[in-house]
């Protein structure tokens, strides 16, 4: 960013996938946090959603909604409206916030 | 090892094992090891106050004693939030009434998903009682590259682990082995703190990568099964594809072989009738109980049809896609994509439908499903709908030989019934079962063929259930209105309908039904039609002395007399939202386990085809006189 600054260049829109409901379909992501009720955040922790390990995109359903997530070789089926609530972080994202 | 069941006096039984509890996370292939080690020795029931099942069968143990086994819901983990987990943790601290503390566990894993499996193994070894550890779908495990050690794992959770497949059998001595063993209590190296879901996570990891486990690749040709089942297009299309196949099974053969059944056992009736003296006893066994008996078995074809074709589904892995391809259409009225099989039989009968609502994990959602189901229109108002349309509507054709004014009636009584259950679910989302904590989450299981075995023993299950509990009800409820129509006597003999108790309840709620346009022969018609709805049709036939299969013409010139036009708009009406089928009563009594859902359904529906009917009787007065 200071790079950017110091020499006047256009500051390109960083890559933001703050939750899993960003990712495209295919990509692959850390889950950092699971921004839910804790009964809620415990199933889906029990079905493998866990922190620390990687999730990937495996397709989207017919309409776009529900998509269906792979972590830990589970396959998981999912609404929108819930993966908002998981947050993630791209593979090979800087360590400090842009 | 074989499981073959002899019966043993229990004084006999030795001072081992003598309850086991069976518990095991979903898709962990725990019905088909608790199938596969009781058999037919089985039976289902409900855990007190609750609407969870429970199984118990039972088992040899190597010594050749007598083990009875319990079937635990499938959980994740022992949190005492769910309906399934409460009844898991009561069972297994000897809380729950009617059943004391299990002598030992076998706690069933799934040997590919090991990592989050073992997070219940956790919570269970807590627990403190002997347990057996079985590693489940070993066949899979090994065919897909996968590997474990099976004495390290042992060692750390320091109980029996063993390597076990329910399908092919293998394994399974460590079972009896297990249950003769004067099995001590666990043992393991660490445990994680209970309670704390993620260090437990990094628990079960340590403790694989202790036991060198190797988790196997999902397999290919499931990928690519869904890539095709899931995909934008084809999938949509495949499952529409499905969805008619259901259908067509249940009305082009179900029905079928329904109506066999039905004109099968009536003849035998009359043989038997022919065969008894006549008198009053005859008329109750052959008019009371046989019909009785009769007005249930007439259920079982399509119910074990329907079981067929979902377990089907359901073993294949394709149910879980198929409900995420329904689930969009059915959030937007607060359901879950796993209502829409269900709803979609309650379209030829709500009995199997109602009882099919079982693969809805939510107890929410199920309710609400089982509420709504009765509002499609089944198979049974048909003949109704057609009888009233017949006497009323002369058939003019509106778009030439595509669409009649009778069909377009017809039609209008599917869209109406599909309406009122949309609105219903609408009205249940936003009061009374709000859909909001349950959200829609799935594990999609590996695509699989279905085991015939497994199929089998699925059905007789259901079937038992179907018959020993709803079947009761049924058969209480015919013999009454057996008794209503066939008193009071003179001399033995049956009175006509007009003199008998149903008559004269008729003539009491008479004025209750006349704003609606009916009359007490009507009246009689809506409580018989209780029994069934197509009966109203037989008594309406036997009130104006007419028999409506040879002569329905007279029937319909009878019923011109009886109603108005727009009365018969209004009995149509009340057709479509009146629960009148107290088969569908006693299957939600069994399915909810309590008869506090059937009687605030069987109020509500009552109350919403008095009201329609009654607007129905006045718009309709007014709009054609």
């Known amino acids: ?46 079905l493998g959603m866990v922190p620390g390990l990687e999730v990937t995109v495996t397709r989207s359903c017919p309409g776009g909604d529900p998509r269906v997530y792979r972590v830990e070789g589970t396959e998981i089926a999912m609404r929108r409206d819930l993966s908002r609530h998981i947050h993630v972080q791209l593979l090979g994202a800087p360590a400090f916030g842009d | 090892m074989t499981c073959h069941p002899v019966a043993r006096p229990i004084g006999e039984t ?63 983990s022992l949190n005492p939030k769910s309906e399934d987990e409460k009844v898991a943790v009561d069972v297994l601290m000897g809380n729950m009434p009617g059943s004391s503390r299990p002598d030992a566990v076998i706690l069933v894993l799934n040997s590919n998903n090991l990592s989050s499996h073992l997070v219940l193994a956790a919570r269970v070894i807590a627990l403190g009682l002997p347990t057996l550890v079985l590693l489940n779908m070993a066949d899979e495990l090994r065919e897909q590259g996968g590997h474990v050690d099976v004495l ?32 001590p209590v666990p043992e393991p190296l660490e445990l994680p703190v209970v309670g704390n879901t993620r260090s437990t ?69 009359v043989r038997l009738g022919n065969i008894l003296p006549h008198g009053y006893l005859n008329s109750l066994l052959i008019n009371g109980v046989w019909k009785g008996t009769g007005s249930v078995l007439v259920f079982l074809p399509q119910i074990l049809l329907l079981f067929l074709v979902i377990g089907i589904l359901e073993d294949s892995g394709y149910l879980a896609r198929a409900a995420i391809i329904a689930d969009k259409t059915m959030s937007r009225v607060g359901l879950n994509g796993k209502s829409f099989i269900p709803l979609l039989s309650a379209y030829a ?34 003949p109704v709908y057609t009888m009233v349309i017949a006497a009323f509507l002369p058939n003019r054709s509106l778009l030439g030989p595509f669409l009649g004014t009778r069909a377009l009636a017809m039609l209008s009584l599917y869209v109406l019934g599909f309406l009122m259950a949309v609105a219903t679910a609408k009205l249940l989302n936003s009061t009374v079962l709000r859909s909001t904590d349950t959200p829609f989450v799935l594990e999609m299981p590996p695509y699989r063929w279905p085991r015939p075995i497994s199929l089998s023993l699925r059905l007789v299950d259901r079937g038992k259930a179907f018959l020993y509990r709803a079947g009761t009800v049924i058969m209480l409820v015919s013999l009454l209105l057996w008794a209503a129509t066939n008193f009071p006597m003179h001399n033995g003999q049956p009175p006509a309908v007009q003199d008998s108790v149903v008559a004269k309840v008729g003539h009491t709620i008479e004025p209750v039904i006349r704003p609606l346009g009916f009359d007490w022969k009507i009246g009689v018609g809506l409580l018989t039609s209780i029994a069934a709805r197509e009966v109203i049709i037989a008594t309406l036939g036997t009130l104006h002395g007419v028999d409506p299969e040879s002569h329905a013409s007279d029937l319909q010139a009878a019923l011109h007399q009886e109603l108005t036009p727009a009365a018969a708009v209004a009995l149509l009406v009340f057709f479509a939202f009146a629960m009148q089928c107290m088969s569908t009563i006693a299957v939600v009594r069994r399915e909810t386990n309590g008869w506090k859902w059937p009687a605030i359904q069987f109020a509500y529906m009552t109350l919403v085809a008095y009201i329609a009917a009654y607007a129905a009787y006045h718009i309709a007065g007014r709009l054609i006189g």
């Not at chain 2, 080690?37 to 069968?57: A, C, I, S």
């Not at chain 2, 794992?153 to 004067?182: C, D, H, K, M, Y």
């Not at chain 2, 297009?233 to 329904?258: D, E």
Request: charged share 15%; aromatic share 6%; hydrophobic share 45%.
């Open chain 2, 201 to 269: 996570r990094e628990w079960a990891v340590r403790v694989g990568e202790n036991a060198k486990y190797r988790r196997p690749a999902t397999p290919v040709w499931t990928r690519r099964l869904d890539g095709i089942f899931l995909h934008r297009y084809w999938g949509a299309v495949i499952f529409a594809v499905v969805v008619i196949a259901v259908f067509q099974t249940i009305f082009a053969v179900g029905q079928p072989l329904s109506n066999l059944m039905q004109s099968a056992l009536d003849a035998t009736g």
């Open chain 2, 152 to 183: 390290s794992l042992a060692r750390q959770l320091g109980t029996p682990v063993a390597l076990v497949s329910a399908v092919t059998g293998e394994g399974l001595f460590a079972v009896s082995n297990f249950l003769s063993s004067s099995a």
């Open chain 2, 349 to 382: 009968c709500a009995v199997p439908a109602i009882m099919a609502t079982r693969t809805i994990e939510s107890k929410r959602d199920r309710i609400a499903t089982i509420l709504i189901a009765p509002f499609m229109t089944c198979s049974a108002r048909l």
């Open chain 2, 14 to 76: 030795s001072a081992a094992v003598r309850t086991v509890a069976v518990i095991g996370p979903p898709n962990s292939g725990k019905t088909t090891l608790f199938n596969r080690l009781t058999g037919l020795r089985q039976k289902v029931g409900n855990f007190p106050g609750v609407t969870v099942e429970h199984h118990t069968g039972h088992i040899r143990d190597a010594a050749g004693n007598d083990v009875a086994l319990i079937d635990l819901p499938g959980v994740y």
């Open chain 1, 1 to 46: 960013m200071i790079f950017n600054v110091m020499f006047g260049r256009k500051k390109q829109p960083a890559r933001q996938a703050n939750a899993l409901a960003d990712l495209q379909v295919g990509e692959s992501a850390i889950v950092s946090d699971i921004e839910l009720a804790p009964s809620l955040a415990e199933h889906l922790m029990n």
